[in-house]
């Protein structure tokens, strides 16, 4: 290994063999934190995207495509109830080609292919049942295509043709839907399905086609077409005109200060009117036919007097005597007759009219005023009603009625309402404030604590970071500390084991009679240290101060 590197390394043990106990659990914390969310990160990253395969599918269908992908070796995940499989991004055209070429999934196939399939000999039931598959399959993919719609089966009902028929029968449509969770249809959507199906069907029309949700929820009833029942229709119109009108007098006369109530009747019934009228024109009659006869015999017809003329008797014989007269016939027995046919052209006009479901009825419209309210007080009532006539589209012949009546209002429960919801908000602002206060307590306590650890760590790392003092650095003070010692520095610092250390005499001290003392080499270290920490003392308390107090942090217990 590089002696750069093992020197780094080196530098490195030192440093962690310098940590408190503390220091190394939140090294080991940190350091273990860092390796799970690595090996997290890899896995979130090794994994495989996934994208749909197939949505939609019947189960049977299901367990044929999950079948094919075990026996690729394909990983899959299904979703939405077993209806949407899904596999790794890079496996999804693979696999649905594969899908593909083994006729899955067979119940997606209908439609006009199944017209493909059809032989020669296949009989005429055969292919009229085929035709009608193939609609309903077209339909239900259409369908299905729809934002909200899961699945969708459409059965059709087509009457058989017949010459022997006076009367046919126009054809009919069933439609079951299965939305999407959470998904809803609205009103334009059903109308949107109930007009796809009517049209591609010739002959059917909107009023012939039934939607039915998976709820069991008839959205679209036969006879009635998408916007329900007549029920539905009132309750649709009421709400729509008293919104209209209720805007208006609270624009009016202020908001709060008039009630608006609507009740409409509609009819349920529906069927079609045929009215036919004539004109004839004015330039006069244009003929379109004309035929005209005349008969004469008698005197002046041709052949006249050959033959006995008169009335018939009794037997066929000839009454000479009589006498018959008729049209301009002359009194000898003659007889002439004209008559003519003229046919004049009339114009005629035929309508058919289709009559739906939800024809208006009766409607009446109910008003009540607030006399306590001031926008109130002189107001012109007929005024209020023909405004309120107007807005609401009434017909006074179809017997359309509108009242407005002036009253005190009860604002007793409107007042009560106030009170509680002034009462939950001020509960709201308190407990908004409590939380606060909370929240800034939390905070406030995780910043004290994170600087009480900040500063334990500090204090613990400046035990072990601290300056050895050695009596080399005091030399820097310069010459003014003479010591009464006999030996120099630098033999003190020799390193001499104590046995091994030769004695030396210092100098004599200023008493009298005082003998002279042999000392050893660790107690001329020790003298010295003395001599030179009180005149540094002396020079700098300051630093003497913080080598004493590193001194006592040392004999601290840990």
């Not at 750069?4 to 940190?30: C, D, H, P, S, W």
């Not at 306590?372 to 006074?396: H, R, W």
């Amino acid at each position: 290994m590089p002696a750069g590197i093992q020197n780094v390394l080196g530098r490195l043990g030192a440093y962690v063999k310098g940590f408190t106990a503390a220091q190394r659990t939140i090294a080991v914390i940190g350091i273990a934190a860092l390796v799970l969310g690595g090996i997290a990160l890899a896995s979130w990253l090794g994994k495989p995207s996934y994208a749909p395969l197939f949505t939609g599918l019947a189960a049977a269908d299901a367990s044929s495509v999950t079948d094919q992908l075990t026996t690729d070796g394909v990983p899959f995940q299904l979703t939405d109830g077993g209806a949407t499989i899904l596999v790794p991004q890079s496996k999804v055209y693979t696999e649905r080609l594969k899908a593909a070429s083994n006729g899955l999934p067979s119940s997606n196939e209908g439609g006009y292919s199944l017209l493909d399939t059809m032989g020669v000999t296949s009989s005429e039931f055969q292919q009229d049942v085929t035709y009608k598959r193939a609609i309903e399959g077209e339909l239900a993919k259409t369908i299905s295509a729809m934002d909200g719609v899961q699945t969708a089966s459409v059965q059709l009902a087509i009457p058989k043709k017949s010459v022997f028929v006076s009367e046919e029968k126009d054809p009919t449509a069933s439609v079951f839907i299965a939305t999407k969770n959470g998904a809803q249809l609205d009103t334009d959507q059903v109308q949107a399905i109930v007009h796809l199906t009517s049209a591609a069907v010739e002959g059917m029309q909107p009023t012939d086609v039934s939607v039915v949700d998976q709820k069991g929820q008839t959205l679209s009833a036969v006879g009635t077409g998408a916007t329900g029942s007549g029920t539905d229709q009132a309750a649709d119109y009421d709400a729509a005109t008293s919104k209209k009108v209720q805007d208006l007098l609270d624009t009016t006369l202020g908001a709060g200060n008039a009630s608006v109530v609507v009740a409409a009747t509609m009819s349920d019934n529906s069927g079609t009117r045929t009215t036919e009228s004539f004109t004839t024109p004015t330039t006069g009659p244009v003929a379109l036919n004309e035929s005209s006869t005349k008969e004469q015999y008698g005197a002046g017809a041709s052949g006249a007097g050959t033959g006995a003329t008169g009335v018939l008797g009794p037997d066929n014989i000839a009454v000479p005597n009589g006498t018959a007269k008729t049209g301009t016939g002359t009194g000898d027995g003659g007889y002439e007759n004209q008559s003519a046919t003229k046919n004049n052209a009339v114009d005629k006009t035929t309508e058919t009219t289709q009559i739906p479901a939800g024809a208006m009825d009766r409607q009446t419209i109910s008003v009540a005023l607030n006399a306590k309210a001031k926008s109130v007080q002189g107001v012109n009532l007929q005024s209020i009603n023909d405004l309120v006539a107007n807005a609401a589209g009434v017909d006074a012949t179809r017997g359309d009625q509108v009242k407005v009546a002036v009253m005190d209002f009860d604002t007793s429960a409107a007042d009560d309402a106030a009170k509680a919801l002034e009462a939950q908000q001020q509960a709201d602002q308190q407990e908004a404030l409590w939380s606060a206060i909370r929240t800034a307590g939390i905070v406030v306590g995780i910043v004290l604590a994170l600087i009480a650890l900040m500063v334990f760590l500090a204090r613990r790392g400046r035990r072990q970071q601290r300056e050895q003092v050695d009596i080399g650095e005091l030399d820097a003070f310069g010459e003014g500390f003479p010591l009464p010692l006999a030996v120099e520095p630098a033999d003190v610092r020799t390193g001499l084991d104590a046995g091994d250390a030769p004695t030396v005499a210092l100098q004599a001290l200023p008493h009298d009679d005082a003998p002279t003392e042999v000392l050893t080499t660790d107690e001329i270290t020790a003298e010295r240290r003395r001599q030179d920490i009180a005149a540094l003392a002396e020079r700098d308390p300051k630093r003497t101060a913080e080598l004493l107090r590193g001194l006592l942090d040392d004999r601290a217990s840990v």
